[in-house]
């Protein structure tokens, strides 16, 4: 069949605008079809858009036959425009509906659907990440981004509110960040570039220039993981900031992440009502752990993890029954941490570094910055590095560069924690991991 265009139709209500004291207005309201009834003397369809829903009701005496068997056309899913007249309406839901004067189909939805963006009928994750555009329709898909995004608004506007200066750091770069066994290697014109990692160097660099500097942007992991909470691309929240310590970041990152969770407490209580999520505030201070600490907490309870060891995720999880909520695992073995970490003074064999935890689950990861030339060069090397490659970048350690710390927050596992999903493919629009480069 054709299908029409906009043309000169504008939308002059949403859905969850329509109400019974609107009895007798003229609306024009546009969405996608759910329900669809033939109950004899009256058709009837349910019109969803991004605010909520609103029934479209077409008394068979009443309308005109055109308008009927336009409704009698359609199928789940189906884009319409619906012109027509508000009436209440106490046996409709929310208790008025609209009654059409004309109805145009913009774009028929094939049959049978994939799967219902209803929710009604339940699919595997795979199955929904497939025919992800779909997925997306549904309220508790759409309620976990309204979450993230929330979550991130209030970063962002912490973080400006603090002097920050929002950056855009290259995503092609010719060098690692932290090492070349995660890369994802690319052709570059006539040489080989790769996807970054982070913008771990170029935020160290900028701290010259601003002092105080913020990214949200892609990172890119070539890790052949296969679990629950990794992606081989994700969103990452980095931060930098000139004349500070580990300690300056964390006290930042914690409140950040208080802030985070209040603006969805309070902004999305329909949200989480919908995912059947409780959130709870985290209290602060949090916990703050050293690493041989939590390996000694760890060992009361039975596992045994052997020094200078990073934690594997049984461990992890473990750690979290114990400890619970936001906490900081600090001072962790400079072996295992990436080069650009400083050493402690006192202890050259500990590092000035932390991880943000949530329970199990590692959100962000950071510490104070190697900001004089000559121990980085040193450091690259110890981690089998090639200062060659970092020739560029160490320029900016003979010219100057403060004393810096930061860190990066994963904003995909945060959503996690704030929506209560267990996979972290649920809180990305479309996955990418190690099996996944589609839709």
């Not at 209040?262 to 201070?285: F, I, Q």
């Not at 199990?360 to 110890?382: C, F, M, N, P, Y």
Request: aromatic share 8%; proline share 6%; hydrophobic share 40%.
């Amino acid at each position: 069949m054709t299908v029409a265009r906009l043309g000169d139709w504008r939308r002059t209500h949403q859905a969850a605008d329509i109400r019974p004291e609107m009895e007798g207005e003229e609306v024009v309201v546009m969405g996608r079809v759910g329900d669809i009834r033939d109950l004899g003397g009256i058709k009837f369809f349910i019109l969803h858009d991004v605010s909520g829903f609103v029934q479209v009701t077409a008394p068979k005496q009443k309308t005109p036959q055109a308008i009927l068997d336009q409704i009698s056309k359609l199928t789940q899913e189906s884009s319409v425009a619906v012109r027509g007249k508000v009436v209440r309406a106490s046996q409709a839901p929310r208790g008025v509906e609209v009654v059409p004067s004309e109805i145009k189909i913009l774009n028929l939805a094939e049959t049978p659907l994939p799967l219902d963006p209803l929710g009604r009928v339940k699919a595997n994750l795979d199955t929904r990440l497939d025919a992800r555009a779909l997925d997306l329709r549904r309220q508790e898909v759409r309620a976990i981004f309204r979450i993230k995004n929330v979550a991130l608004q209030a970063i962002r506007e912490r973080l400006l509110s603090l002097g920050f200066v929002e950056v855009h750091t290259p995503k092609i770069v010719a060098t690692a960040t932290e090492s070349g066994a995660a890369l994802f290697p690319i052709s570059y014109f006539e040489r080989e570039a790769f996807l970054s990692q982070s913008p771990q160097l170029y935020k160290e660099v900028l701290t010259g220039a601003f002092e105080r500097v913020f990214e949200v942007g892609p990172i890119f992991r070539a890790e052949e993981h296969d679990t629950t909470h990794h992606l081989n691309e994700a969103i990452s929240v980095d931060i930098e900031v000139a004349y500070a310590t580990a300690s300056d970041v964390m006290d930042i990152l914690e409140d950040l992440i208080v802030r985070a969770f209040k603006a969805v407490a309070d902004r999305c209580g329909s949200e989480l009502e919908t995912l059947d999520h409780r959130l709870e505030v985290p209290k602060t201070p949090f916990p703050r752990i050293t690493y041989t600490e939590a390996l000694q907490i760890l060992e009361k309870a039975g596992v045994k993890i052997r020094w200078g060891e990073d934690l594997p995720t049984p461990a992890e999880r473990k750690l979290g029954e114990l400890v619970g909520g936001a906490y900081f695992i600090t001072d962790w073995p400079l072996a295992i941490k990436p080069f650009y970490t400083m050493p402690k003074e006192e202890d050259s064999k500990l590092s000035e570094s932390f991880d943000l935890m949530y329970d199990w689950l590692e959100l962000a990861s950071g510490g104070t910055r190697i900001h004089q030339h000559d121990l980085l060069v040193r450091q690259l090397k110890s981690k089998g590095l090639n200062p060659e490659s970092f020739k560029s970048h160490l320029l900016s350690y003979r010219y100057g560069l403060p004393p810096h710390a930061g860190w990066g927050l994963g904003l995909d596992r945060l959503t996690m924690v704030l929506t209560g999903r267990e996979n972290i493919r649920e809180c990305v629009l479309f996955p990418r991991d190690r099996r996944r480069l589609t839709p």
